[in-house]
């Protein structure tokens, strides 16, 4: 409880007006819903919410997401008011400038304090699942004492709205996160208007459906916030509370109406509210009394911190730092030994099996791996033997079942890793990697190591048909940026895609696996990591290099044995295996020449062309997909759509002939 | 009422056996689904479902969608035991076989009675939502003598878990869609195992949450799922009828697990299902019986069939054609008279308002065109003073409030486009084409005219930053086979890839526009739709072409900007402007070349460079985005990214001097 002389009134109205003010300095934002939630958030931050603004990473604080990330001045106001280092007055004035830490929406890794990265509607809330079963897995670990913590998110319609916080809410009310507690902003005002025009749902009732306890309040009474809060701490579920709020709240012509918004309010308007209100001071002045009071609540939780602290020195960083050098030390023994009996007696494996392989043979070295499947354990090959599934209110096991919830698997992968203490991995086909893109980008666009595990990578899924077999997919994935997306030819590459997802620290990671049985490319002694340089000449040329082809995944070995075909033509080709465009990319220009050589390329994927223009450049052959695929068992379907040895060498003999 | 004699439980083990032996032949599939929903779909398309298997495209027929795709043969088997033209025995046979009708999932096209291509989760039920929306629509338009039939849907599961589910359900139960009833498969088995693993909501309380009516029935007991069929009609509300089912509901030892769901059964639990079931036949063999009493229910509509074509002769067509010839003329000579008075009066607009502008042209010449907006209704510019809302129980209007549902809504669009006699389109801002891309590529799998409408396609929106700012978006949509991304530069172009989008009629279309305003570069005359080409000359070199600047969008102003700077140095510049580079990619090579020209190349998009190499060869230079965006005004991110006129003829200059 906040022992500093100030109201409550007047510690909302701070927020209220800071996100008045920047709003109309910046000439755009959003001022509504942090007008609207001021009352809920200064209730949360003054007397629950456990942290302690000057040691913001403290690893058993509570976790707060603003879903509704448009809101972001909410977020700033409470983070400067109740002191987060780094943050100044000066900050709040440049919101929405380039360069500024007070982007439009918050962006995790600007200011300490902004868990995640929100603003794409519905991520937020799915975040917190994710951040809230991080912080029961990490408690059966290593107990109360360590962790114990709370995951507060505020969501607004749109959140709601959106068909991932379902997947969110049902993950989170089956496994009993009961210390997850959602503050909903049922404003019911919607950028189009009121949120009747679209929607009429009784949100308790749906959330009840997936078993979460359910409260209303007032939200601009702050003893009834305080005593829904208290109660939904108790609860062995987790906790929805709508909090009944006016958007705008204070506005004195605009309260209440969409055109708070998203919209600066206007001097005039301002000046109302300022009086309606009963706040005097001047734009981005906030009296002493008032700061004070919210200072003292940024450090209602200094002792406890501290206390922590003394307690549990010995485990922190594995609390907050995920796979230590020590694990990933583990990691890279495990891979290489796996990579030295494979060497020498070579395995023909789908990829999905290899690694399965080598989850099995790294899991025990990373204690930190969660690993999961949205309903397709056994096709994805996620699960080994030192995996038990996580239960409702049991989370000593180290697998959980997603359910057909691509994208909300995704999500609480990003909330997971964003906890710390986890690197997540979870799998579903490729093709559905379009069902959780929007969390995927997420990851990118915020550096967290999630390890996307993506299955029946190409046609070669067979029979299923062109609703499952992903033709664009990779393209649609080497497109966003900060993502590593890894296409490994064989079990070996596969061992050495995994030992560079689990090292990038900042970056996620795709593994696009084959359904299909591959044969082993590389044997013999183990020379290191061939994979981290993104490509590498598999097979040379000999003396003189005619043609170069390049390939990944499955087809690096149809790649080779078109070199055998050419060969008797007397043509004579490298074979460049190119499990990592991103990472080739990144190699010095003269690696890159020497790979990808002067003579004629021709490169081959069982996907559509784009982009291959790079590699190949324009004299290049590109053989892949033109189109959907088809439903045929897969050796028809690469007849099918060309491509074979055949016309791999076809394609190269017209560039090297004549 | 079927009356040849055959018993309901032969009836529905003609289904049961044809799956089992179907999956069996073609050593893949899921036997069981079709299995386990046999009586539901018996007592469905025996009793209820209005439709005459010999007039497949009848169009005041019932709606059958089949959401748990993989139950493909589920639909096959009913398709050929009630008589639908052009599907044989030999065709059963052929089960997810090169070339065969009957695909591992139903793909829409390959036989008449397969509504929509289903397999991708959830997809089904929400397509189900949007035919069940375009019939009220119909209905409010032409009378219940004109169209006035049922959507029925089969969900299983998994379609239930996919959030994509949540947006359909909630805007069918918002809208009162009482015509649309959902047989959900209630098996309570996933491909993991028990759903209890990842889900227990209570889903009969979850749909009413929504206010849909529900039902609770045996799915093996055809009398009861008759009696909530017959209520679910009389509904003012849509209904879900949870149908409790055993999966593989005879398979002697594999019943009611998961190894039934994706697998063959063998032969020996083959023929003990043929024992268990009483079903005496040879595979592929079906009582001559059972058949007729099949077939005489698949002729159970050619009565009122005939009866509906003679009193609706008059607008049968309009009721599947959706665009006539006469509208699309009219929609023609609309945007012929808007390029008109452009070209006379240069307009400054943003594209999203033009579009707009377009829009309030073209929608009185286009009736079967059917607005909205994923809550960006302002924002997006895609309502007129033409537009009225629809609202629960209430569909005179043409404009939809989606809510914030992207893949919902275009989940339903691609429904409403299948439907026939409307041509939906639906916006929202191009960053969340990521929430609706299972949806979109399904719109182009299926070859459906659904217009995307995506505004605030670039860094050019500003301060929201990059979460709300597209950067690999233009790439990953163009990557997407039968899709056509348009990305127009001025008001003319962007009134000439509307014509070409509503002109596409086996193709949907993005249409990327600004939030940004942006000057009119085409003046003058109207000689044409210039766009239709896909790329062409905006600005000639005059007598010697030094470089070619291409460019798309707003980018293209900027490229003339260069062209004048390239123009003091000396150096002449063509510009070209790229709207569709699918429509490009589809001319002529000496078009292209003409295009393109000799001369060194830069490309200019404020977007990552992926795949920009097919236009500017392995010379060019790429001018554009290499991360994500960030928080700012637009013009400031323009500089800080580099993307100026400037940086842009620099490019231009290093390729050409020296």
Request: glycine fraction near 10%; charged fraction near 20%.
């Amino acid at each position: 409880m906040s022992n500093a002389s100030a109201s409550h009134k007047d510690m909302a109205n701070a927020i209220r007006a800071l996100a008045m003010d920047a709003v109309e300095t910046a000439k755009s934002g959003h001022p509504g819903m942090p007008m609207g939630m001021a009352d809920v958030a200064t209730v949360l931050f003054t007397k629950f919410l456990k942290f302690d603004a000057g040691a913001p990473n403290w690893p058993d604080r509570d976790r707060f997401v603003l879903s509704a990330g448009h809101g972001s001045m909410l977020l700033y106001s409470v983070l400067y008011l109740a002191g987060y280092p780094g943050l100044t007055m000066a900050d709040l004035k440049a919101f929405r400038q380039l360069g500024s830490k007070t982007a439009g929406h918050p962006e995790h890794g600007h200011i300490a304090g902004i868990e995640t990265t929100t603003g794409p509607l519905g991520q937020g809330i799915a975040n917190a699942v994710g951040m809230a079963l991080a912080e029961r897995l990490l408690n059966a670990r290593h107990g109360d004492k360590a962790v114990d913590h709370f995951t507060y998110a505020i969501a607004g319609d749109g959140c709601l709205m959106e068909g991932v916080s379902q997947e969110a809410i049902s993950l989170a009310g089956h496994l009993k996160l009961n210390k997850l507690i959602v503050l909903w902003d049922d404003n019911a005002i919607s950028i189009d208007g009121a949120t009747s025009l679209a929607e009429s749902d009784d949100q308790l009732a749906r959330f009840a459906a997936s078993h979460w306890a359910t409260a209303r309040v007032d939200g601009h009474d702050a003893e009834a916030i305080a005593k829904a809060i208290a109660a939904a701490q108790k609860s062995d579920r987790p906790t929805l509370i709508a909090c009944k709020t006016i958007i705008g709240y204070g506005a004195p012509t605009k309260q209440g109406k969409s055109s708070t918004h998203g919209e600066p309010l206007g001097a005039e308007e301002i000046k109302g509210a300022r009086e309606k209100l009963g706040w005097a001071s001047a734009p981005f002045e906030v009296p002493e009394a008032v700061l004070s009071a919210w200072r003292a609540a940024g450090s209602r939780g200094t002792e406890i911190r501290k206390a922590w602290e003394k307690a549990n020195a010995g485990i922190a960083a594995t609390l907050s730092e995920a796979l230590s050098e020590e694990s990933l030390r583990g990691v890279s023994a495990a891979i290489s030994a796996l990579k030295t009996e494979w060497g020498a007696n070579p395995p023909k494996l789908a990829s999905r099996q290899s690694s399965q392989k080598v989850l099995e043979a790294i899991v025990p070295a990373a204690p930190a791996l969660i690993g999961g499947s949205a309903d397709l354990t056994g096709s994805n090959g996620t699960r080994t033997k030192h995996h038990t599934s996580v239960t409702p209110g049991d989370f000593a096991g180290n697998y959980i079942h997603y359910g057909v919830r691509e994208h909300g698997m995704a999500a609480a992968m990003n909330g997971m890793a964003l906890h710390g203490g986890i690197v997540p991995y979870g799998a579903t086909f490729l093709v559905f990697t379009d069902y959780c893109r929007p969390s995927i980008r997420l990851s990118a666009l915020m550096g967290q190591r999630v390890v996307y595990v993506m299955t029946h990578d190409s046609i070669g899924l067979g029979e299923d048909g062109p609703t499952h077999q992903p033709v664009e997919h990779l393209a649609a994935l080497r497109a966003i940026p900060n993502l590593n997306v890894f296409r490994p030819a064989d079990a070996i590459e596969v061992a050495e895609c995994w030992e560079l997802a689990l090292q990038a620290k900042a970056t996620p990671s795709i593994l696009a696996l084959t359904r299909q049985t591959l044969p082993a490319l590389r044997t013999g002694p183990d020379f290191g990591n061939m994979s981290a340089k993104g490509a590498y000449v598999l097979a040379e040329a000999g003396l003189k290099r005619d043609v170069t082809l390049i390939a990944t995944g499955s087809e690096v070995s149809l790649a080779l044995d078109a070199k055998a075909l050419l060969q008797e033509k007397g043509v004579s080709a490298a074979v460049v295996s190119m499990p990592s465009w991103e990472l080739f990319a990144q190699q010095p220009e003269a690696y890159r020449r020497d790979v990808l050589g002067a003579a004629p390329r021709v490169a081959v994927e069982a996907a559509v062309g784009m982009g291959w223009e790079r590699w190949i450049g324009e004299r290049g052959i590109f053989v892949g997909m033109q189109s959907f695929g088809a439903s045929a068992p897969a050796a028809k379907l690469y007849e099918h759509f060309g491509i074979t040895p055949r016309t791999v060498a076809d394609a190269a003999l017209k560039l090297t002939v004549g």
